[in-house]
């Protein structure tokens, strides 16, 4: 069999950051789809909402008012998943019922005063503004003695949950390490420790040799659909030079980071012609007193769409119970991505 012809059969590939299986099976790419049909929610298409807690001026729960902002906006999140002032405490009981108290700070960013413009049809100078913004709360919640690390995510859609289409997204700082980038660290220690070089590093010169998964790069960044993916058109971004946050980029780093955003985005919303929904997540290195060295930037985007704007995966059946696994080989999944136009689909027409 030629390598080609063994990615055709079933198979597991290896995730190196969070050292887990997943299985791909893309002789099932064929198979009739009798399941559920989502129904993607509409865009919003006017530039304010009288409703929206996020717009400018307008009254948020909890009986805050937004001042009528120009550009992004900050604020604490009106029902935080984290309290600063929780109290400190560990209950171990055998080592079976453990527990301990965790600290935190919740926030919401507002990318700009449009309810209706979203990352890839913001203009670059202002997704640039977005990563400033993400840049400076990062260096100033990092900063707190007992944050050890801070996360900065986006839920767009309602299939992910998210409960407004106001373009924002939601920075959590914490008193610990999460379970995922806890284990990533562990993984570039590791890599570290077994080929003297950097695990992200590796890979990426690895990519740009094969040349087989990059969905977009510039300069900077590339984007690529991981080796290992899960999700059908999951995107992993990595910097090309090994740096570990946002504090560390230069301006032309963040402009070459605002590009690539903006071009998977439109890529993405090219694909079904749809607000495509996702979780994206940027990975820098923990905060704290700690030096890391062995972390790389990069940022995950993990989208639930399958095959239309209306046929979602779901995490399911083997998947809760054995391994992640999915049907669409990254190869094609890069394919599909990359021919895509980089001129959004609302502004063809
Ligand atoms: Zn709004
Ligand atoms: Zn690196
Ligand atoms: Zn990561």
Same mark, same amino acid.
Not at 6 to 31: F, G, I, M, Y
Not at 68 to 74: D, E, F, I, L, M
């Given at each position: 069999? @030629?390598?080609?012809?063994?990615?055709?059969?079933?198979?597991?590939r &290896?995730?190196?950051?969070?050292? %887990?299986?997943?299985?791909?099976?893309?002789?099932?790419t064929?198979?009739? &789809?009798?399941?559920?049909?989502? @129904?993607?929610?509409?865009?919003?298409r !006017?530039?304010?909402?009288?409703?929206c807690?996020?717009?400018?001026?307008n =009254?948020?729960?909890?009986?805050s008012?937004?001042?009528?902002?120009a550009? *992004?906006?900050?604020?604490?999140?009106?029902y935080?998943?984290l309290?600063?002032?929780?109290?400190?405490?560990?209950?171990?009981q055998?080592?079976?019922?453990v527990?301990?108290?965790e600290?935190?700070?919740?926030?919401?960013?507002?990318?700009?005063?449009?309810h209706?413009?979203t990352?890839?049809?913001?203009?670059? %100078?202002? !997704?640039?503004?977005?990563?400033?913004?993400w840049?400076e709360?990062?260096?100033?919640?990092?900063?707190?003695?007992?944050?050890q690390?801070?996360?900065?995510?986006?839920?767009?859609?309602?299939?992910?949950?998210?409960?407004?289409?106001?373009?924002?997204?939601?920075?959590?700082?914490?008193?610990?390490?999460?379970?995922?980038?806890?284990?990533?660290?562990?993984?570039?220690d590791?890599?570290?420790?077994?080929?003297q070089?950097c695990?992200?590093?590796d890979?990426?010169?690895?990519?740009?040799?094969?040349?087989e998964r990059?969905?977009?790069?510039?300069?900077h960044?590339?984007a690529?659909?991981?080796?290992w993916?899960v999700w059908?058109f %999951?995107i992993?971004?990595?910097?090309?030079?090994?740096?570990?946050?946002?504090?560390?980029f *230069?301006?032309?780093?963040k402009?070459?980071?605002?590009?690539?955003?903006?071009? @998977?985005t439109?890529?993405?919303?090219?694909?079904?012609?749809t =607000?495509f929904?996702?979780?994206?997540?940027?990975?820098?290195?923990?905060?704290g007193?700690?030096?890391?060295?062995?972390?790389?930037?990069?940022?995950?985007f993990?989208?639930?769409?399958l095959?239309?704007?209306?046929?979602?995966k779901?995490?399911?059946?083997?998947?809760?119970?054995?391994?992640?696994?999915r049907?669409?080989?990254?190869?094609?999944?890069a394919?599909r991505?990359? @021919?895509?136009?980089?001129?959004h689909?609302?502004?063809?027409?």
């Amino acid at each position: 069999m @030629t390598p080609l012809e063994q990615k055709d059969a079933p198979h597991r590939r &290896w995730n190196p950051l969070l050292r %887990e299986w997943v299985l791909v099976s893309p002789h099932r790419t064929q198979r009739p &789809w009798q399941g559920q049909v989502a @129904t993607p929610a509409a865009a919003p298409r !006017v530039e304010y909402d009288p409703e929206c807690y996020l717009c400018p001026g307008n =009254a948020r729960a909890g009986g805050s008012r937004n001042p009528a902002y120009a550009g *992004t906006y900050v604020f604490n999140n009106d029902y935080p998943a984290l309290l600063p002032d929780a109290p400190p405490f560990e209950i171990d009981q055998n080592g079976l019922i453990v527990a301990r108290g965790e600290r935190g700070i919740c926030r919401v960013v507002c990318f700009s005063p449009r309810h209706d413009l979203t990352i890839p049809r913001m203009q670059p %100078e202002d !997704v640039r503004a977005v990563i400033d913004v993400w840049a400076e709360q990062y260096r100033e919640l990092g900063a707190i003695p007992w944050v050890q690390h801070v996360q900065i995510f986006e839920n767009r859609g309602a299939l992910m949950g998210a409960s407004n289409p106001h373009p924002h997204c939601q920075i959590w700082a914490s008193s610990s390490i999460p379970n995922l980038p806890q284990r990533e660290l562990d993984s570039f220690d590791g890599y570290q420790k077994e080929h003297q070089s950097c695990l992200l590093c590796d890979y990426l010169r690895e990519e740009s040799k094969q040349k087989e998964r990059i969905v977009c790069e510039n300069d900077h960044f590339m984007a690529l659909v991981p080796f290992w993916a899960v999700w059908p058109f %999951e995107i992993l971004i990595l910097s090309k030079r090994h740096l570990g946050s946002l504090l560390d980029f *230069t301006t032309h780093e963040k402009l070459a980071f605002a590009d690539i955003l903006r071009r @998977t985005t439109i890529r993405y919303d090219n694909l079904f012609e749809t =607000a495509f929904p996702y979780s994206m997540g940027l990975h820098q290195r923990p905060s704290g007193t700690r030096e890391v060295r062995n972390w790389h930037f990069h940022a995950h985007f993990y989208p639930p769409l399958l095959r239309s704007a209306t046929v979602q995966k779901f995490m399911v059946g083997y998947e809760l119970l054995a391994s992640p696994q999915r049907d669409i080989t990254s190869e094609d999944a890069a394919n599909r991505l990359a @021919t895509q136009s980089e001129i959004h689909y609302l502004d063809q027409k």
